[in-house]
């Protein structure tokens, strides 16, 4: 005999037994055994779970001694690293996801250039569309006088004795609420042209402006001709240059383009693909982190955490952003959603997350477009997970002892969550695999009773009544 029989122990935690026997032992060898005094003492870092056995014989008394159970938890330890390893990663994957998220992309702005011009006589224009700085060609032109080709070039009516304004327009065909006008004022007298009717410039930048004219006058924020941009400049915006000369309503104009740091030409027009990968990944990352927290907050509030899944927590994050730059990859083939939203980071960063947030779902689609792709046809019926979800669990043996508060349950397709029925009576659960399960029970169970017990999964289907005794 030996007291106590079984005992749980955390790091650097002791215990001490009694027993009639007088050799002692203890296997395997961790943490620290006094045989003369009979104390165990427990590592002072337990990073997975293990048991120790205590053995005491008496030498030519087989009765005498017994054996002690240890079981060395590492819930402590994992605790500890969870709680301060998911903080410092959720703060990580959001300062991170903050520096590179571009933003929305705002709507495309259609433009006409220059915006302004005035033609003296036997003068035309080639006027040009653009898209976000991007030259458009799907457009259609029109003009309220004179022609005006498929191409933009523009041609005047025949003079007139006064002066006349006319409006240009380009309509965008694949958008006809896009659209952009000009003005072309048409003189009997002399021209006036401002060039170049686009331009760019970062902050501190000058750029050199030339007009085409009698008697040109420059406004304030260009004088002779050359315009400064200021030395901040904090987001991407457009102005317009506009000359006059001494006659009334002649005018030209042309825009120019003031660029924040770090862009050095034309708006692109969807973020790249590095920075969406990386929004991919962090998103995925944090709907895995998500998921790890809801599903380590339920093992814990019933008390059915295992610490060997702490290697699980650990590194679930990690594959959350793999599979969700897989699942980006096939977004952009449209094999997920359709492929022209995959340049949208609100888009991504949405799916992303919720790949991580529900992994399993997201690697049966994946596995579906693999057999797609590759005419693989799945004909088997014992696939991990089908069988499961298809059958109820059963039991096939139970073992336990008088005087201990615990047995283990062994069988098949159990599900982690599942509830132990004895006597229809439900017990605590330990979740080890889909074989085997841990119950504890409230007081110890006397020898050679009979017990009924069930085992339902969380869908509802349990196993068929099993009865069985507790040896002495």
């Known amino acids: 005999?030996?007291?106590?029989?079984?005992?749980v122990l955390g790091a650097g935690e002791s215990v001490g037994f009694s027993s009639d026997g007088t050799e002692w032992t203890s296997l395997p060898r961790v943490g620290r055994f006094d045989p003369q005094n009979r104390i165990y003492q427990a590592p002072n870092r337990i990073v997975n779970s293990r048991t120790v056995y205590i053995t005491a014989r008496t030498p030519g008394n087989p009765a005498a001694g017994g054996t002690?159970?240890?079981?060395?938890t590492s819930s402590p330890f994992w605790l500890t690293v969870l709680s301060l390893y998911w903080p410092v990663l959720f703060a990580v994957l959001s300062v991170w996801s903050w520096s590179i998220w571009p933003g929305i992309p705002p709507a495309p702005v259609l433009t006409v250039n220059p915006p302004a011009v005035t033609l003296g006589s036997n003068k035309s224009q080639q006027f040009t569309a653009t898209l976000?700085?991007?030259?458009?060609?799907?457009?259609?032109?029109?003009?309220?006088?004179?022609?005006?080709?498929?191409?933009?070039?523009?041609s005047p009516p025949a003079p007139g004795a006064a002066d006349q304004t006319v409006t240009v327009t380009a309509t965008r065909n694949s958008d006809k609420t896009k659209a952009a006008s000009a003005?072309?004022?048409?003189s009997s007298g002399s021209s006036l042209f401002l060039y170049p009717a686009l331009s760019h410039v970062q902050k501190n930048g000058t750029v050199k402006?030339?007009?085409?004219?009698?008697?040109?006058?420059w406004p304030k924020e260009a004088p002779k001709?050359?315009?400064?941009?200021?030395?901040?400049?904090?987001?991407?915006?457009?102005?317009?240059i506009n000359v006059t000369d001494q006659k009334p309503g002649h005018v030209a104009g042309a825009r120019i383009v003031l660029l924040p740091d770090g862009e050095a030409g034309p708006a692109p027009a969807v973020p790249g693909d590095r920075t969406l990968m990386t929004i991919a990944m962090l998103a995925g990352a944090l709907g895995a982190w998500l998921a790890s927290v809801n599903s380590f907050v339920a093992f814990t509030g019933t008390r059915s955490f295992v610490p060997s899944w702490g290697f699980f927590y650990l590194f679930r994050p990690g594959f959350g952003a793999g599979l969700a730059l897989v699942v980006h990859l096939a977004h952009r083939m449209g094999s997920v959603g359709t492929a022209g939203s995959a340049t949208n980071p609100a888009t991504v960063a949405f799916y992303s997350a919720l790949v991580g947030l529900f992994a399993k779902e997201a690697l049966q689609k994946l596995h579906d477009i693999f057999c797609t792709v590759f005419g693989v046809q799945d004909t088997r019926t014992d696939k991990i997970g089908q069988a499961a979800a298809s059958q109820a669990p059963a039991v096939k043996a139970v073992k336990g002892s008088a005087g201990k508060k615990e047995i283990t349950v062994e069988g098949s397709m159990f599900v982690s969550g599942c509830t132990v029925l004895?006597?229809?009576t439900a017990r605590t659960v330990t979740f080890v695999s889909d074989k085997e399960l841990r119950v504890t029970l409230d007081a110890a169970p006397a020898a050679g009773k009979e017990f009924t017990l069930k085992v339902r999964n969380p869908d509802g289907k349990e196993s068929e009544a099993f009865k069985f005794t507790v040896a002495p």
């Open 68 to 72: 002690a159970e240890i079981r060395l």
């Open 183 to 186: 003005v072309a004022v048409l």
């Open 1 to 7: 005999m030996i007291e106590p029989a079984v005992v």
């Open 225 to 240: 001709g050359v315009y400064t941009a200021p030395a901040k400049i904090g987001q991407r915006q457009v102005i317009s």
């Open 422 to 424: 004895i006597d229809d």
């Open 132 to 154: 976000d700085d991007r030259p458009e060609q799907d457009v259609t032109w029109t003009a309220t006088a004179g022609t005006i080709t498929p191409t933009g070039f523009y």
């Open 209 to 217: 402006l030339q007009a085409d004219g009698d008697s040109v006058e």
